[in-house]
């Protein structure tokens, strides 16, 4: 009940929809009622004494009702229809804007196929609650007023019909109680089918390289099987509900029908008002039996809707204070003062650390696998917070400056470059929206692309496909050097930007991101030492701690994990 009335709440804010919505409602119900009160006049009066004058009234009656009727759908149908769709705006808006707000952290312990699934597929089945909400209100007020019309009939012949809708609403109960549990399981199984998909789609270079065509096959058809059994579940049992209730009702039916005809017989009950409430009862029939399957897709919403406020509520944590203060120009000095940081409790992936770079200092980071070199550069923008010490620019706390001004002077270049769909020219004026096209070809210029770029079909404005497949590696890493010239940071952060490059592809590179480093504080994780020679600061991280700071020539002195990490590269290479 808690997710249900979460999900009504988002009705308050178009109440004068909804009001004129359930009005149309009403009058729909009342509509609906009508042919069945009119059929006592019709036996009685039409049928029975042949009064020409009530037949004229009852077809002209039953025309402007039914014409009411319809204008009134319509308006009902429309309007909840734009009342659900807003809603669903709104509530895919809130999951959208909380995954921007949402650190590094939840996306790292999240699979991409559920997170798409949950903002898509689980909205979808919201939907079918919001817009069968109208004829929830309809086939309400059409059960009351049915009920109403048959105890004004006939009461001893209401009671008996309406003996039988306990055991409806415990049959009902029963199945939305399975319901619920099945469609949470159903949305799920949605989930591993996209996370399947989205694992083919964006390694299918190494699945062929490797050959794993048949066991991604045998994974899609283990989740896909999967899918296909929980929905079969789901579907034997809104398969049973409809037949189970309508037997019952015929039972209940047959048993009126017989006591209404001893009615009549005696004199109790004239023809008309047996064949009118019967009307009536047939009629009543048909919102129970809506109520019912609306009573399966409540549950299957509150499965669903579960698991989108659950991205709604996730913690955020990476939180800008209300007293951050906006910065305004960066100097580039980063200190790290006793820093340690944890993913999880008691694990620590850095511990007091502390390291101060002056600004236009070059700082490389080498080290094993694990020590922590990734961890400290994603502290620098604050993807994380630390959990000891502080993380200084220019002498503030990154926690006392908010995230947008201080993220603005801080640019990044990953060692997998990411193009989004759209130009290229698109792609390079992430690095700084409000560009002019003469900037951003200059910043083209600086990082070596221009040529390429102009060399293309289209120049700048060619269409590059998802995660710019048409390019080579090269290419898409000088354009994501391109949005780091336009963005002109006064700090730089480089994750092996020249790696898996050849020796051509790689001068170029090198020769834009000695521009690009020029009068900025840098910091570079390096695989290759190589890389790392000219750096005025070399940290040596292992195990989460800095074990080793110096120059290239000092720390091959010192004959320590440096050394030895630089001589074992070396001598693989003689080897090779």
Request: with cysteine; proline share 2%.
């Amino acid at each position: 009940m808690k997710t249900l009335k979460r999900v009504l709440s988002y009705f308050g804010d178009y109440l004068p929809y909804l009001l004129v919505g359930i009005f149309c409602s009403a009058i729909v119900a009342v509509c609906t009622i009508f042919p069945a009160w009119i059929m006592k006049s019709v036996v009685n009066d039409v049928l029975v004494q042949r009064n020409m004058d009530m037949l004229h009234w009852i077809a002209l009656t039953l025309v402007v009702v039914m014409f009411v009727k319809g204008i009134a759908h319509f308006l009902e149908t429309y309007l909840m229809h734009y009342v659900s769709q807003s809603i669903l705006r709104r509530i895919r808006s809130a999951c959208f804007d909380r995954m921007l707000e949402l650190s590094l952290s939840f996306y790292e312990k999240q699979r991409t196929g559920q997170l798409m699934s949950r903002i898509t597929a689980d909205v979808l089945v919201l939907q079918n609650l919001l817009t069968s909400f109208s004829s929830l209100i309809g086939d309400t007020i059409a059960f009351i007023g049915f009920c109403a019309y048959i105890f004004y009939l006939h009461w001893k012949l209401a009671v008996i019909s309406i003996v039988i809708i306990p055991f409806i609403g415990a049959l009902i109960n029963k199945f939305s109680r399975k319901m619920k549990k099945i469609g949470s399981r159903m949305q799920s199984r949605i989930g591993d089918i996209s996370s399947v998909l989205q694992e083919f789609i964006t390694g299918i270079k190494v699945i062929k390289s490797f050959t794993l065509e048949d066991f991604v096959r045998d994974r899609f058809e283990q989740a896909n099987g999967a899918n296909f059994s929980e929905t079969m579940r789901g579907g034997r049992i809104n398969a049973a509900t409809t037949p189970v209730i309508e037997f019952i009702n015929t039972c209940g039916l047959a048993i009126i029908f017989w006591y209404g005809g001893y009615e009549v017989i005696h004199g109790n009950l004239d023809a008309g008002q047996l064949i009118s409430f019967l009307t009536a009862l047939v009629g009543l029939f048909t919102p129970i039996k809506n109520l019912s399957r609306m009573s399966n897709t409540i549950s299957q919403s509150v499965g669903a809707g579960e698991r989108v406020f659950e991205i709604i509520d996730a913690h955020v944590d990476v939180k800008e204070r209300p007293e951050a203060r906006e910065m305004t120009t960066c100097r580039g000095e980063v200190e790290f003062r006793n820093v340690g940081f944890a993913y999880n409790q008691n694990e620590p992936v850095l511990s007091n650390v502390s390291i101060k770079v002056a600004p236009g200092e070059v700082v490389a980071l080498v080290g094993p696998s694990g020590a922590g070199k990734t961890t400290f550069i994603n502290l620098i923008p604050r993807f994380f917070d630390v959990s000891d010490g502080a993380v200084m620019i220019d002498g503030a706390d990154v926690r006392e400056l908010t995230l947008n001004s201080m993220r603005r002077f801080i640019a990044m270049v990953p060692q997998e470059t990411l193009l989004f769909s759209g130009t290229i020219e698109d792609n390079i004026r992430f690095g700084r929206l409000n560009a002019t096209h003469d900037e951003i070809v200059e910043a083209a210029k600086l990082a070596n692309a221009h040529d390429f770029i102009m060399s293309q079909p289209d120049g700048y404005d060619t269409m590059l496909g998802e995660r710019g497949v048409n390019l080579s590696g090269g290419q898409a890493q000088r354009v994501a050097l391109s949005r780091a010239f336009l963005k002109d940071p006064g700090i730089l952060i480089l994750d092996e930007a020249t790696s898996a490059l050849d020796s051509e592809t790689e001068n170029l590179i090198k020769e834009s991101l000695n521009r690009l480093m020029a009068n900025r504080t840098t910091f570079m994780i390096a695989h290759r030492l190589s890389t790392v020679v000219k750096a005025d600061k070399i940290l040596v991280l292992q195990r989460g701690q800095i074990v080793e700071i110096g120059s290239h020539s000092q720390l091959l002195e010192k004959q320590g994990l440096y050394s030895n990490l630089y001589r074992s590269q070396y001598a693989d290479q003689v080897n090779l």
